[in-house]
């Protein structure tokens, strides 16, 4: 008897169908594997023996092949215990078999014949709906991050004894809705702006970068609260859409992240990796890639703490992301692309020890100085729109009434320049005035008069590149649209220069 079933296999961020083939024939008693898996993907086929025999299911004395097509790639991970299983099953006439050919499966196996939650969920059922299979059967732990996808039935198991019953009674499923909706998942951040005490100075530079989706420098002597501002800017950031909360769900199923409370991703998620991190971690790694942090943070915030301590190769790793928005990795298999749109937030002392200006604390040499300093590249720096600087806190601000704006006060301002760029820019392909490049900049940022005198000025006695004069327009256009100012005034220029002055002022 001849049977198969659909699975899917993750390749970087696509699902691709796998069709797993089982035939039980005459011949010397067997179980055999074939069509290029790992050997994790192998071990499938003791978990499935010996599942079947914990359920009372023998096996008859025949030789048993498994075919996993396409055979040009390999396949890896315990997702395909179950197809495995559901095609044994259908060719030993245990479920009906012209079923199970179109229906896509994945999970892992127990001995004991349970089956067991897998990464790569959501993607797998939009291949499968895309491929109009009949139902899905995954495990009862991914039900809900299944059921994300509209429109084709999703069948959660817990165990194979479970699965045989639910697969002979497939007509009575048909009509069964599920009653969860994602709506009823709970939004909300554990912090606050209001959290924070004074920094007033560091909360206006949190806004303008939220607002353009900026990417903004912190530097300061410790404890003067970088980390804590730099965890509650997504707080700040408008709300998910729907299309958001999957295209992030989507990241974090396949990367294996997603919380099993959570069946999808409502907030946006804040991603601090350590300084020790390395290259591969932020970019993404392993045969086939999965998502690394630069991905993990797509459509929220990156943030770096002790910037000069992550690696020059680490560091290095950000350029793309942050030009392209996406990053691409060079594997045997191809290449493969991720999304890495993100705001990127870094925070550094601005010595090794600390305290540098204040020449009564810092007992950094000259040279130790300028060597922490420098090892943050003139590229990566140039890519950093605002730089602003953490003074520390004073006993007054420390110890006054917490007064300043809520998380969802400073909302409001971020989400009126929002709209105001979504209008400005259409579907030009530009969603925020941090994606100007080259001549839209002169085209989308008007200036006064007075204002061109004063960036004149500046070009020249800053010395300027090309692209720092960019960046101080595109800041300029961000704090005239918190104003919702169309021309960009003096004022707005000048603001927008003291965040640019601030790394003059330490690299010189
Ligand atoms: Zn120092």
Same mark, same amino acid.
């Given at each position: 008897?001849?049977?198969?079933?659909?699975?899917?296999?993750?390749?970087?961020?696509?699902?691709?169908?796998?069709?797993?083939?089982?035939?039980?024939?005459?011949?010397?008693?067997?179980?055999?594997?074939?069509?290029?898996?790992?050997?994790?993907?192998?071990?499938?086929?003791?978990?499935?023996?010996?599942?079947?025999?914990?359920?009372?299911?023998?096996?008859?004395?025949?030789?048993?092949?498994?075919?996993?097509?396409?055979?040009?790639?390999?396949?890896?991970?315990?997702?395909?215990?179950?197809?495995?299983?559901?095609?044994?099953?259908?060719?030993?006439? +245990?479920?009906?078999?012209?079923?199970?050919?179109?229906? &896509?499966?994945?999970?892992?196996?127990?001995?004991?014949?349970?089956?067991?939650?897998?990464?790569?969920?959501?993607?797998?059922?939009?291949?499968?709906?895309?491929?109009? !299979?009949?139902? #899905?059967?995954?495990?009862?732990?991914?039900?809900?991050?299944?059921?994300?996808?509209?429109?084709?039935?999703?069948?959660?198991?817990?165990?194979?004894?479970?699965?045989?019953?639910?697969?002979?009674?497939?007509?009575?499923?048909?009509?069964?809705?599920?009653?969860?909706?994602?709506?009823?998942?709970?939004?909300?951040?554990?912090?606050?702006?209001?959290?924070? !005490?004074?920094?007033?100075?560091?909360?206006?530079?949190?806004?303008?970068?939220?607002?353009?989706?900026?990417?903004?420098?912190?530097?300061?002597?410790?404890?003067?609260?970088?980390? &804590?501002?730099?965890?509650?800017?997504?707080?700040?950031?408008? @709300?998910?859409?729907?299309?958001?909360?999957?295209?992030?769900?989507?990241?974090?199923?396949?990367?294996?992240?997603?919380?099993?409370?959570?069946?999808?991703?409502?907030?946006?998620?804040?991603?601090?990796?350590?300084?020790?991190?390395?290259?591969?971690?932020?970019?993404?790694?392993?045969? %086939?890639?999965?998502?690394?942090?630069?991905?993990?943070?797509?459509?929220?915030?990156?943030?770096?703490?002790?910037?000069?301590?992550?690696?020059?190769?680490?560091?290095?790793?950000?350029? +793309?992301?942050?030009?392209?928005?996406?990053?691409?990795?060079?594997?045997?298999?191809?290449?493969?692309?991720?999304?890495?749109?993100?705001?990127?937030?870094?925070?550094?002392?601005? #010595?090794?020890?600390?305290?540098?200006?204040?020449?009564?604390? !810092?007992?950094?040499?000259?040279?130790?100085?300028?060597?922490?300093?420098?090892?943050?590249?003139?590229?990566?720096?140039?890519?950093?729109?605002? #730089?602003?600087?953490?003074?520390?806190?004073?006993?007054?601000?420390?110890?006054?009434?917490?007064?300043?704006?809520?998380?969802?006060?400073?909302?409001?301002?971020?989400?009126?320049?929002?709209?105001?760029?979504?209008?400005?820019?259409?579907?030009?392909?530009?969603?925020?005035?941090?994606?100007?490049?080259?001549?839209?900049?002169?085209?989308?940022?008007?200036?006064?008069?007075?204002?061109?005198?004063?960036?004149?000025?500046?070009?020249?006695?800053?010395?300027?590149?090309?692209?720092?004069?960019?960046? %101080?327009?595109?800041?300029?256009?961000?704090?005239?649209?918190?104003?919702? @100012?169309?021309?960009?005034?003096?004022?707005?220029?000048?603001?927008?220069?003291?965040?640019?002055?601030?790394?003059?002022?330490?690299?010189?």
């Amino acid at each position: 008897m001849f049977s198969s079933v659909l699975s899917a296999f993750i390749f970087g961020m696509e699902a691709v169908p796998v069709r797993v083939e089982a035939d039980v024939s005459d011949g010397l008693p067997s179980f055999s594997m074939v069509g290029y898996v790992s050997s994790q993907v192998k071990e499938a086929q003791d978990r499935v023996k010996t599942s079947l025999k914990n359920i009372q299911i023998e096996l008859p004395p025949k030789k048993i092949t498994v075919n996993l097509a396409p055979a040009d790639i390999r396949k890896e991970g315990a997702g395909f215990d179950l197809p495995v299983a559901g095609a044994v099953l259908a060719a030993l006439g +245990q479920i009906p078999g012209e079923q199970a050919a179109n229906i &896509m499966m994945m999970g892992e196996l127990s001995l004991n014949g349970e089956i067991r939650g897998v990464s790569g969920v959501l993607p797998s059922v939009m291949m499968a709906k895309e491929q109009g !299979c009949r139902a #899905c059967v995954i495990p009862a732990k991914n039900l809900k991050e299944g059921q994300l996808v509209k429109g084709i039935p999703i069948i959660g198991v817990s165990s194979l004894p479970e699965m045989i019953q639910k697969l002979n009674k497939l007509h009575e499923l048909k009509d069964q809705k599920s009653t969860w909706n994602w709506e009823q998942e709970p939004v909300g951040y554990d912090v606050d702006f209001s959290d924070i !005490c004074g920094q007033e100075s560091l909360k206006r530079a949190a806004v303008i970068a939220a607002s353009g989706m900026h990417n903004l420098l912190l530097i300061g002597a410790p404890g003067a609260g970088k980390t &804590m501002l730099a965890q509650r800017i997504p707080t700040i950031l408008p @709300e998910l859409t729907m299309e958001e909360s999957l295209e992030i769900t989507k990241i974090y199923s396949i990367a294996g992240l997603l919380p099993p409370d959570k069946p999808i991703i409502r907030t946006r998620p804040f991603r601090s990796p350590h300084h020790t991190s390395s290259a591969q971690a932020l970019a993404g790694g392993g045969r %086939i890639p999965k998502p690394g942090e630069v991905t993990l943070a797509h459509r929220s915030v990156l943030f770096l703490d002790e910037l000069p301590e992550f690696s020059k190769s680490s560091l290095e790793i950000l350029r +793309q992301p942050l030009e392209e928005h996406c990053i691409h990795l060079s594997r045997v298999n191809g290449t493969f692309t991720f999304p890495a749109n993100f705001m990127f937030l870094a925070a550094m002392n601005p #010595c090794p020890c600390g305290y540098f200006p204040d020449q009564n604390r !810092c007992t950094c040499t000259q040279r130790e100085i300028h060597r922490y300093l420098h090892k943050i590249s003139q590229p990566l720096l140039d890519r950093i729109d605002l #730089c602003v600087e953490a003074p520390a806190i004073s006993w007054k601000e420390m110890t006054g009434e917490r007064s300043g704006q809520s998380s969802a006060q400073l909302r409001q301002q971020v989400i009126k320049a929002h709209s105001i760029q979504r209008k400005r820019y259409g579907n030009g392909g530009i969603l925020f005035n941090s994606d100007l490049k080259g001549r839209d900049v002169d085209r989308y940022c008007p200036v006064t008069p007075d204002a061109r005198k004063m960036i004149e000025q500046a070009f020249t006695t800053l010395s300027l590149s090309a692209r720092g004069y960019h960046r %101080i327009l595109k800041v300029a256009r961000t704090i005239a649209d918190l104003e919702a @100012e169309e021309v960009i005034h003096k004022k707005h220029l000048s603001e927008a220069l003291a965040y640019r002055m601030l790394d003059k002022k330490y690299w010189r």
